[in-house]
């Protein structure tokens, strides 16, 4: 069973960045499609982004497309997302989620592993 801890969120101006870390507990990481969801309050859950097993290949939300990069580090065991010129809608509860080998999903319930979740707020 993978465990995946979530690091990075907190409060940051509009215009601002903050850069999230996911520490998979496991070496199976390096098989694992990972990516993030997020929550906003009171909203449904969406997704953010996806990255492959060996980070080749990305697949971003239009919402977040050229403001947020993410990558992996299948050395360290650990995905990061990098978030840049943040907006106020962007708050929101962040899910770093891992699933296994297979088709790359945009849906939630496709991914097995999921992280206890860090807090993402963007000031206005």
């Known amino acids: 069973q993978v465990q995946l801890v979530e690091s990075g969120g907190g409060l940051v101006q509009a215009g601002g960045s903050l850069r999230l870390s996911c520490a998979a507990s496991?070496?199976?990481?390096?098989?694992?499609?990972m990516g993030w969801f997020r929550q906003p309050p009171g909203k449904e859950r969406e997704f953010v982004v996806l990255?492959?097993?060996?980070?080749?290949?990305?697949y971003y939300a239009p919402s977040v497309k050229g403001r947020f990069t993410i990558s992996r580090d299948n050395v360290k065991n650990t995905l990061y997302l990098q978030m840049n010129t943040l907006r106020p809608e962007d708050t929101a509860v962040y899910y770093c989620?891992?699933?296994?080998?297979?088709?790359?999903?945009?849906?939630?319930?496709?991914?097995?592993?999921w992280g206890q979740g860090t807090q993402v707020t963007v000031s206005s």
């Open positions: 989620v891992g699933k296994k080998m297979g088709v790359s999903s945009t849906q939630g319930d496709d991914y097995e592993y």
């Open positions: 990255i492959s097993s060996g980070g080749t290949y990305t």
């Open positions: 496991e070496r199976t990481f390096s098989s694992l499609t």
